[in-house]
């Protein structure tokens, strides 16, 4: 919704492992890499270099975007030189690492995203300017491919990965994604400096973040504001506006600590009615309450100036809805998140309850329109959170949502950074 300012949408973190759901005149869209901004006309998409590429399932998605009549090339769409390469080794260690008996399971994906940032940090990795040289790219895999077959056949019996067929399909794979590779962090603070107005597109959120997040149950990369800034090129100071996203409700995927969790019909209901399946796997996302002590974390953590809400049209048909204001700890009230996973799977949510609307708020693009209950909830959610709500989503397509007018005269004249909160 937010492109449409934007002469420029960058992502800076994450891979393949988390999808957006983007509903366009009812044409429903899941873009797991390729930025938001592609379906807009003269704005151009970034994947930065924070972000983990897998060039397969980067080039699948830009084949089916092109199937539907979306101009997706390599001038519309850039690919930073220093984002590291998914290769399937990669795949292949995080699948056998999460069936191994005795691990906690932390629900991956299984598409390598952690194994590839393991790789980075340990500069081992293959970046997307190496992948160009094939040389290079056929001398990486070999070792490679000796190193992590023997890890896997050791510690989990998996089948070795044939480096000649992998460096076939990967050499191929380079000269299809060729076009779209540049220096992105030149171009980003380049549209900046000419006064070009710059979204960059979080993916995942807060709590699933690799410092901030409900450690060990987290992603692997910098999913808050702070990544960025280091996952994009981009200095800290030329973003003006952080804007947090959080759905009415709570949601959660895998394994986790999870304080409003509804273990109920009401949970099963919010999620039918959410359709709350993850975009890329399809596993059914756990449904709670809202978490005011998480939200206001990361407003804390983000420090966002202003809050969306989504899927407000969710809670449409329930008659209360509690929403957790404070947390109680062995008997005590806390002010602080747990650090310890194991910590916020005790706490006691303090609850206060609020009247449901009972009506329809589907597609309802004015404030004055919603009910006097939605109103009064979204005003509670305002108040207690620390951001002033911006905008407010009442159904999946695009056109389904409501901007507060001093939230639309900001974003259209200044750079801004999204983050998700889940």
């Given at each position: 919704v937010l492109s449409e300012q934007f002469s420029v949408v960058a992502r800076y973190a994450g891979g393949h492992n988390a999808g957006h759901t983007v509903i366009i005149n009812g044409n429903r869209f899941v873009l797991q890499l390729v930025p938001c901004g592609i379906f807009r006309k003269g704005c151009r998409g970034v994947i930065g270099n924070g972000v983990v590429l897998d060039p397969i399932a980067f080039l699948k998605e830009v084949e089916e975007l092109r199937k539907t009549g979306v101009k997706v090339d390599g001038n519309n769409l850039f690919i930073s030189n220093r984002a590291q390469v998914i290769l399937p080794y990669h795949r292949m260690m995080e699948l056998a690492?999460?069936?191994?008996?005795?691990?906690?399971?932390?629900?991956?994906?299984?598409?390598?995203i952690g194994p590839t940032y393991e790789d980075k940090m340990g500069r081992r990795g293959l970046r997307v300017i190496d992948l160009l040289d094939l040389k290079l790219l056929k001398t990486h895999i070999e070792n490679a491919c000796r190193e992590k077959n023997m890890i896997a056949h050791a510690l989990f019996n998996s089948e070795p990965i044939d480096a000649d067929k992998m460096y076939a399909e990967y050499a191929e794979a380079a000269r299809q994604v060729a076009p779209f590779v540049a220096d992105t962090a030149v171009l980003l603070n380049r549209a900046i400096a000419d006064g070009e107005a710059v979204m960059f597109e979080g993916a995942q959120a807060t709590m699933l973040d690799i410092d901030?997040?409900?450690?060990?149950f987290v992603t692997s990369s910098s999913t808050t504001a702070g990544g960025a800034a280091t996952g994009t090129g981009v200095p800290p100071t030329a973003i003006r506006n952080v804007i947090g996203v959080t759905k009415a409700y709570c949601t959660r995927v895998g394994g986790g600590p999870f304080p409003t969790?509804?273990?109920?019909?009401?949970?099963?209901?919010l999620r039918e009615r959410g359709n709350e399946f993850g975009a890329v796997t399809g596993r059914p996302r756990r449904c709670g309450w809202m978490d005011l002590p998480l939200l206001r974390y990361s407003n804390m953590i983000n420090g966002c100036s202003w809050?969306?809400?989504?899927?407000?049209?969710v809670?449409?048909?329930?008659?209360e809805i509690p929403v957790c204001t404070g947390y109680?700890?062995?008997?005590?009230?806390i002010d602080e998140i747990p650090a310890e996973a194991a910590a916020l799977e005790k706490v006691e949510c303090i609850y206060t309850k609020l009247p449901g609307w009972k009506k329809s708020t589907d597609s309802i693009t004015e404030w004055e329109r919603l009910p006097k209950k939605a109103q009064e909830y979204l005003q509670f959610l305002e108040k207690e959170n620390g951001a002033k709500i911006g905008m407010i989503s009442t159904g999946p397509d695009r056109e389904q949502?409501?901007?507060m007018e001093d939230f639309a005269a900001e974003m259209s004249i200044q750079p801004v950074m999204a983050v998700r909160r889940k």
């Open positions: 690492s999460e069936n191994a008996p005795g691990r906690v399971k932390i629900g991956t994906t299984s598409r390598g901030h997040g409900t450690y060990p969790e509804i273990n109920n019909g009401i949970g099963d209901k809050l969306v809400v989504t899927k407000l049209d809670l449409d048909e329930l008659a109680k700890l062995n008997g005590k009230k949502t409501i901007f």
